[in-house]
């Protein structure tokens, strides 16, 4: 949407040059309305596909792609659209973006492998559909198109049976075939016939003129595989006019095309409603299950002696008190429950949860050891033996004990791995190495270590003095010099990556410290970055704006900037900026679009614009970038 081309020049004064301002044409696309959303736009599309208005789908489709450029179910839908008019390589050019976008999603291998099927691409068809299975395996309309494309392949080859005779007639076994068959044989010796077969491989399409000729009949039936002649009752009209009605259809490609397309809708929805068939059977037989196993459970239950059936009643009881909140109540039942059952560990879990609500951890931990220990006895369920070192790990995470809580959590994840503990192992892991690092600072001491890093720095050994400050960090993380300090060591050695992390750190732990931001902005100008390190030198002025490092760094960068774009054509300039992720960013700005319009009718109209600090910023960045020139006064 955005052409390269520059439209008009303006100027804006500033103290020491005059930047020149090429501003970018912006199409109607871009000034359109931002009132409807991609959403909307999609809607409409996918109700014009339903009514089989497709041109009109297609133009709604490719609005909303203009607002959400990134959507792949827009391109894929868009592509389905172009299938049903016939044109295919659109479908195909459509098809293959949905799967660049987003490589997962199995239903873009469909649309890939339908447009590739209709372009007569069979193999890369089948490879598409072969594709999107190994993602989806189950995937019924992957299923579906890909068994059509082998049975087209098939039924291409000569003698398939049932396919295009177009096919078969360019095959040099056709004369081969021709001359073995006791139907055709004669025929060879026949000047006409071999004229009238010349004409129609010269031109396939023509054998529509030839079929009334009952020879012509008698090689369908050795190409297709079946005797036409044999079919009672005026068959072999019958089945000569299918083989017309087929040959005339291929000779109208947009009658096919929309024929296909439909027929690929209805294969479409019919296998969809197959899987909604699978679908509620699936939903039946889970279902069933469920009932099956309550029926055992019922059935175990009639067998339990009497004593096991009243300590199930008193859980009951209990886990009803439990969730009233009511846990005196909850206790005195799962204590019945443990004399009843000595043997079942649920009742001293369940009384455990009762001891943690309680915040009586200690007594919880107690409990659960006793569970375990007598579980392990009567070789209890491993999630129950889980579930019992879980618990204890959790009273020790409340406790913010984390050595035990990470102890006792992955000993409940080695008997059974489940989801919450899991998070709470993360935490406590996490709550570990950050106490560990806060109990490690200390500031006297990260001094000393500084102190050795800044000899080893002078010493010229930047490696030796990157372990000193990297200790120095780990005693004070939050001082912003030792970043610094440990940058400059990173840019001595050319890891620039590195040193620009450092920076970042430096600058966000202390806005004010200058240091920070000419580190950063030298590390910029040695990878030759020189629009972001302006946009550094440019937030450092903000604060100082007399600092002359400052604004030798400054003019350095502006200096090597005008001296990488003086060999460059204007076009060159601009696709080098359009690289910039930040001026993308600017650039795709339906604000900053409207704004540069604005200012492309009337250029005065920048005065208003550039007393807007964050828009001024933004312009900038665009003058920054090469985007747009800067001339001396």
Same mark, same amino acid.
């Given at each position: 949407?955005?052409?390269?081309?520059?439209?008009?020049?303006?100027?804006?004064?500033?103290?020491?040059?005059?930047?020149?301002?090429?501003?970018?044409? $912006?199409?109607?696309?871009?000034?359109?309305?931002?009132?409807?959303?991609?959403?909307?736009?999609?809607?409409?599309? =996918?109700?014009?596909?339903?009514?089989?208005?497709?041109?009109?789908?297609?133009?709604?489709?490719?609005?909303?792609?203009?607002?959400?450029?990134? =959507?792949?179910?827009?391109?894929?839908?868009?592509?389905?659209?172009?299938?049903?008019?016939?044109?295919?390589?659109?479908?195909?050019?459509?098809?293959?973006?949905?799967?660049?976008?987003?490589?997962?999603?199995?239903?873009?291998?469909?649309?890939?492998?339908?447009?590739?099927?209709?372009?007569?691409?069979?193999?890369?068809?089948?490879?598409?559909?072969?594709?999107?299975?190994?993602?989806?395996?189950?995937?019924?309309?992957?299923?579906?198109?890909?068994?059509?494309?082998?049975?087209?392949?098939?039924?291409?080859?000569?003698?398939?049976?049932?396919?295009?005779?177009?096919?078969?007639?360019?095959?040099?076994?056709?004369?081969?075939?021709?001359?073995?068959?006791?139907?055709?044989?004669?025929?060879?010796?026949?000047?006409?016939?071999?004229?009238?077969?010349?004409?129609?491989?010269?031109?396939?399409?023509?054998?529509?003129?030839?079929?009334?000729?009952?020879?012509?009949?008698?090689?369908?039936?050795?190409?297709?595989?079946?005797?036409?002649?044999?079919?009672?009752?005026?068959?072999?009209?019958?089945?000569?006019?299918?083989?017309?009605?087929?040959?005339?259809?291929?000779?109208?490609?947009?009658?096919?095309?929309?024929?296909?397309?439909? &027929?690929?809708?209805?294969?479409?929805?019919?296998?969809?409603?197959?899987?909604?068939?699978?679908?509620?059977?699936?939903?039946?037989?889970?279902? &069933?299950?469920?009932?099956?196993?309550?029926?055992?459970?019922?059935?175990?239950?009639? /067998?339990?002696?009497?004593?096991?059936?009243?300590?199930?009643?008193?859980?009951?009881?209990? =886990?009803?008190?439990?969730?009233?909140?009511?846990?005196?109540?909850?206790?005195?039942?799962?204590?019945?429950?443990?004399?009843?059952?000595?043997?079942?560990?649920?009742?001293?879990? =369940?009384?455990?949860?009762?001891?943690?609500?309680?915040?009586?951890?200690?007594?919880?931990?107690?409990?659960?050891?006793?569970?375990?220990?007598?579980?392990?006895?009567?070789?209890?369920?491993?999630?129950?033996?889980?579930?019992?070192?879980?618990?204890?790990?959790?009273?020790?995470?409340?406790?913010?004990?984390?050595?035990?809580?990470?102890?006792?959590?992955?000993?409940?994840?080695?008997?059974?791995?489940?989801?919450?503990?899991?998070?709470?192992?993360?935490?406590?892991? /996490?709550?570990?190495?950050? /106490?560990?690092?806060?109990?490690?600072?200390?500031?006297?001491?990260?001094?000393?270590?500084?102190?050795?890093?800044?000899?080893?720095?002078?010493?010229?050994?930047?490696?030796?003095?990157?372990?000193?400050?990297?200790?120095?960090?780990?005693?004070?993380?939050?001082?912003?010099?030792?970043?610094?300090?440990?940058?400059?060591?990173?840019?001595?050695?050319?890891?620039?990556?590195?040193?620009?992390?450092?920076?970042?750190?430096?600058?966000?732990?202390?806005?004010?410290?200058?240091?920070?931001?000419?580190?950063?902005?030298?590390?910029?100008?040695?990878?030759?970055?020189?629009?972001?390190?302006?946009?550094?030198?440019?937030? &450092?002025?903000?604060?100082?704006?007399?600092?002359?490092?400052?604004?030798?760094?400054?003019?350095?960068?502006?200096?090597?900037?005008?001296?990488?774009?003086?060999?460059?054509?204007?076009?060159?300039?601009?696709?080098?900026?359009?690289?910039?992720?930040?001026?993308?960013?600017?650039?795709?700005?339906?604000?900053?679009?409207?704004?540069?319009?604005?200012?492309?009718?009337?250029?005065?109209?920048?005065?208003?614009?550039? /007393?807007?600090?964050? $828009?001024?910023?933004?312009?900038?960045?665009?003058?920054?970038?090469?985007?747009?020139?800067?001339?001396?006064?």
């Amino acid at each position: 949407v955005i052409s390269p081309g520059i439209a008009h020049l303006f100027t804006r004064r500033l103290p020491s040059f005059t930047l020149v301002y090429p501003l970018i044409y $912006i199409s109607a696309a871009m000034t359109e309305s931002v009132a409807a959303t991609a959403d909307e736009l999609k809607a409409k599309g =996918n109700a014009a596909f339903s009514a089989k208005n497709f041109d009109e789908a297609i133009t709604h489709f490719t609005e909303a792609i203009e607002l959400a450029p990134d =959507n792949h179910v827009l391109f894929s839908n868009r592509s389905a659209c172009f299938a049903s008019v016939g044109k295919y390589e659109e479908a195909l050019e459509d098809a293959n973006k949905t799967v660049a976008l987003k490589s997962d999603w199995a239903k873009g291998y469909s649309r890939v492998g339908s447009a590739l099927c209709y372009l007569g691409r069979l193999e890369e068809s089948v490879a598409a559909y072969e594709q999107g299975l190994g993602i989806d395996p189950s995937n019924a309309t992957l299923k579906t198109g890909l068994a059509e494309v082998e049975n087209k392949m098939r039924a291409s080859m000569p003698g398939g049976g049932g396919g295009d005779p177009f096919a078969a007639l360019s095959s040099p076994e056709l004369w081969q075939k021709l001359a073995a068959d006791p139907r055709t044989s004669g025929f060879l010796a026949q000047p006409d016939f071999m004229q009238s077969m010349q004409e129609i491989q010269k031109n396939p399409q023509s054998l529509v003129q030839h079929l009334g000729d009952p020879r012509m009949q008698a090689v369908l039936s050795v190409m297709l595989g079946i005797d036409l002649s044999a079919m009672a009752g005026g068959a072999p009209a019958g089945a000569a006019a299918g083989a017309a009605g087929a040959a005339a259809a291929a000779a109208d490609p947009p009658a096919a095309a929309k024929a296909a397309a439909e &027929a690929r809708e209805r294969r479409e929805r019919q296998a969809e409603a197959k899987a909604e068939r699978r679908r509620r059977d699936e939903a039946a037989r889970k279902k &069933a299950a469920e009932e099956e196993a309550r029926r055992k459970e019922e059935e175990e239950l009639a /067998k339990m002696p009497k004593e096991k059936l009243e300590a199930l009643a008193e859980k009951e009881k209990g =886990n009803a008190a439990y969730k009233q909140k009511d846990f005196d109540a909850a206790l005195k039942h799962y204590a019945a429950a443990q004399q009843l059952d000595p043997e079942n560990i649920v009742f001293l879990i =369940n009384e455990s949860a009762v001891h943690f609500e309680l915040g009586a951890f200690e007594k919880c931990r107690e409990v659960c050891e006793r569970a375990v220990a007598e579980g392990r006895e009567r070789f209890a369920d491993f999630k129950l033996i889980a579930k019992a070192f879980g618990r204890i790990g959790s009273t020790y995470l409340k406790e913010e004990q984390y050595e035990q809580a990470v102890q006792y959590l992955q000993r409940s994840l080695t008997e059974h791995r489940t989801a919450d503990i899991l998070k709470k192992l993360q935490l406590a892991e /996490k709550a570990l190495k950050m /106490k560990k690092e806060k109990d490690y600072v200390d500031p006297a001491k990260s001094a000393e270590a500084k102190e050795l890093g800044n000899k080893l720095f002078s010493a010229g050994d930047f490696a030796g003095a990157i372990g000193h400050y990297t200790e120095a960090l780990r005693r004070n993380p939050d001082d912003a010099k030792l970043y610094s300090n440990r940058a400059a060591c990173y840019t001595k050695l050319m890891e620039y990556p590195l040193a620009l992390s450092d920076c970042d750190e430096c600058i966000g732990r202390d806005p004010g410290f200058i240091k920070g931001y000419t580190r950063k902005g030298a590390v910029l100008f040695f990878m030759k970055e020189y629009s972001r390190a302006m946009d550094v030198y440019e937030k &450092a002025l903000l604060v100082e704006p007399d600092n002359k490092e400052l604004q030798e760094g400054m003019q350095r960068c502006m200096f090597a900037q005008n001296q990488k774009q003086a060999g460059m054509t204007a076009e060159q300039r601009q696709q080098a900026a359009l690289n910039d992720p930040e001026v993308q960013a600017i650039l795709s700005d339906p604000t900053m679009r409207l704004i540069l319009e604005q200012m492309q009718q009337d250029p005065n109209a920048v005065r208003d614009h550039l /007393k807007n600090p964050e $828009i001024a910023a933004k312009i900038q960045k665009l003058a920054n970038a090469g985007f747009l020139e800067m001339r001396s006064r």
